[in-house]
């Protein structure tokens, strides 16, 4: 009889490409993923496309969303479409929706609302947000504080937060 030779079980290689089609995961890492009406708690990737779907955390070179629930997004490339977003980081944003903060080289929005937005451009139509920090914007948008108001406000509340010290002390002055 022979002795059959035991070789040490190697560790499985991740997969190059998943689809998941609803279907509720906890952690991806693979190479591309495209996930349809399905979920997952953090997703890192080369490549993620998501079509009817929420994430809580993207890691990827390339984002492409559509119609889904993202709560925070790296990536170098991201294309959001009608989607809900709490932040968006990256090289190159381009969105639709809604999207509480974005920060990126350059941001591309059509019809957006924003919370928080600071790029080094933005560009796009019918943008609404709160605040917005950029050198240079193109484009219909609406904002509540630009890059001027901020720095107005920011001198203005240092200048009463300055002088509210001042007076605290004159008027609390113990000899």
């Known amino acids: 009889m022979s002795d059959p030779t035991i070789s040490p079980v190697e ?4 997969p190059e490409v998943v689809n998941l089609s609803q279907v509720d995961v906890g952690t991806l890492t693979v ?3 495209r996930m ?3 979920s997952a708690e953090t997703i ?3 490549d993620v496309e998501l079509n009817i779907s929420a994430a809580a955390m993207v890691n990827a070179t390339t984002l492409s969303a559509r119609q889904s629930f993202l709560g925070g997004v790296n990536a170098e490339q ?3 479409a009608n989607s809900f977003v709490g932040g968006v980081r990256g090289g190159n944003i381009g969105a639709q929706g809604i999207l509480v903060s974005a920060a990126g080289e350059t941001v591309n929005l059509q019809n957006a609302y924003v919370g928080a937005v600071a790029a080094r451009e933005v560009r796009g ?3 609404e947000s709160l605040v917005l920090l950029a050198g240079r914007v193109e484009g219909e ?3 509540l504080v630009d890059t ?3 720095i107005i406000a920011g001198l203005v509340g240092g200048l009463f937060a300055g002088l509210i010290v001042l007076v605290g002390r004159i008027a609390f002055r113990r000899d």
């Not at 560790?11 to 991740?14: C, D, S």
Request: glycine share 4%.
């Open 148 to 150: 001027r108001g901020a």
């Open 78 to 80: 991201a294309d959001i």
């Open 11 to 14: 560790p499985t290689e991740q």
């Open 36 to 38: 349809h009406q399905s």
């Open 31 to 33: 190479e591309m993923v």
């Open 141 to 143: 948008v609406h904002t």
């Open 44 to 46: 890192t990737s080369e």
């Open 125 to 127: 139509e019918r943008i």
